[in-house]
Each structure stands twice: as C-alpha cells, then as structure tokens.
C-alpha cells in the first residue's frame, strides 16, 4: 500500500511538471485519469494530496491549476493566469471587466481586491486561496467589444476602455461606488473615444450614458462628450437620477444630460 501510494505521487508530480514544462497550468480530473492511466478513486486520491502539499488548488469542482513556488503564498494561480481556460471549460463566453478592466488600462487607483469577471449569466463567486473571483451578468456581454492581453499564461479578454467606462457606471456597486468610478474615469479618459462610447451606449441602458457623459464632464473631460451628448439629445430620455437608490426630491437637474445630480460626486485626482 505505501509503495503504491508512493510510485502514485512520483507519478503525479512527473505529470505536474511536465505539464508546467509544455507551458500548461491547468487541467481537468478527466485530463488527469487519461494521463496517469489510473481509476478515478486512484486519481482523485493523487490530485488530493498534491492539493495537500500545496501544488494544486481547485477554484472549480473538477478543474485544478498548478501553483508555482512564487504562488504558494496565496494558495492559487492569479485569476487572470487561470480564467481563460477555467471559462473555456465551462464552455461560457466571458471578460475581465470593471475594476480588473480599468486595472490592465492602467486605471484602476487602488489594486481591486477581487478578480471581476462579466458573464451572460450569474453565477457564484469563486475563492482560491487569496483569490477571489466575482461573476457580474450582462445580458449580451457577447456584443461587448474586448482586447486580448498576455499575461505569463495565455491571452485573457478583457472590456475595452469604452466598454469599460459603461460598465463602471453601469454596475457602481461593484466598483466602490460613484467617488471611485469618477477616480477611475479621470484616469481613463485619454483612452476614451468619442465613437466608440456611442458603440457601446447602443448596447446600453440610456441612462448609463447620461450618467458617464455627466461623470466624464465632472473629471473635466469634456473633450470626450460631445458625440454622447447629441447621442442623448436625438433619445429624448426622461430625466435619470444619478444614483438610483439616493432620494431625488429638490435636487438640481442637468439638461444637457437630462441627469438628476442627487449625490455629490468626489473623485480621487
């Protein structure tokens, strides 16, 4: 029994490094049984104790990644070394969006404390060690035009900067709110473009473009809101509040974005 235990982790840690050697950190219970040619129960016991010793984590009922010396700290890959292939297991369609987004355009003020990933539909967190991952929905993410980015793994999807800036204002709650939107907006207006915003208010609620026309006019980024502003001025929108859930009586309204400002908005610059 020892002896088997035995040959079945030197077998478990030769095929760890030679997948590590083929440049692949991830992989299946399924993957793992066709490649150490062992019954379930044997290969399962196998995965277990690399998970044991550290060497493999299981963000996903099934699908493990390896962790590297350097990781073993937090107990898992990063999320953006491991997302791409855990959504291409799960056959779903993703991005990297919000916080994490605003993060690879070298926007984000504060290192997001969790990996934001946009789906079609929701769907519970993930935590990995230190790793935190939040699943948002948006209906017709597929629609939503996105970047790929080289990270030490592979390419990871991740929103464009208009896109971006849509979903920050779109989703508040899970971006520290409109004082850190407007942080982050300040710092990704150069990459903002007047077209390109219009892509991406067709794909959105109206009231999102009035509420980032108005955010982007409040960092002093005028220069990126006309064509916004004759984009809602042609829709006719009713009046929208700032911040849905804030009171909105005797509160001053802004034509130009037919915006009802019912909170004080401070960004961070």
């Known amino acids: 029994q020892a002896l088997h235990q035995w040959l079945g982790n030197m077998h478990g840690q030769k095929f760890i490094s030679e997948l590590m050697a083929s440049g692949r950190y991830s992989l299946t219970t399924e993957e793992a049984v066709s490649a150490l040619g062992s019954s379930m129960v044997a290969t399962r016991a196998a995965l277990r104790r690399l998970r044991q010793k550290g060497e493999l984590a299981m963000p996903y009922k099934g699908f493990y990644v390896i962790v590297p010396p350097e990781f073993r700290n937090i107990g898992c890959l990063p999320a953006s070394h491991f997302i791409p292939y855990l959504m291409n297991h799960m056959g779903e369609k993703y991005y990297a969006g919000l916080l994490s987004a605003a993060e690879y355009h070298g926007a984000a003020h504060h290192r997001p404390q969790v990996f934001q990933v ?152």
């Open 118 to 269: 946009v789906v079609a539909k929701n769907k519970p967190e993930i935590i990995c060690g230190k790793v935190r991952v939040v699943f948002i929905a948006r209906k017709n993410m597929e629609k939503i035009p996105t970047l790929d980015f080289k990270t030490p793994r592979g390419y990871l999807k991740i929103s464009t900067p208009a896109a971006t800036a849509f979903d920050l204002v779109g989703y508040p709650h899970h971006a520290a709110g409109f004082d850190n939107v407007a942080t982050i907006l300040a710092e990704l207006a150069e990459k903002l473009d007047g077209n390109e915003l219009i892509k991406i208010a067709e794909l959105s609620p109206i009231a999102w473009a009035q509420r980032l026309g108005y955010l982007l006019d409040l960092v002093g980024a005028q220069n990126k809101t006309e064509e916004l502003a004759e984009y809602i001025a042609q829709r006719k929108p009713v009046m929208a509040p700032l911040v849905p859930s804030a009171p909105r009586q005797g509160i001053s309204r802004l034509k130009r974005w037919q915006i009802m400002v019912n909170a004080k908005v401070e960004a961070e610059v």
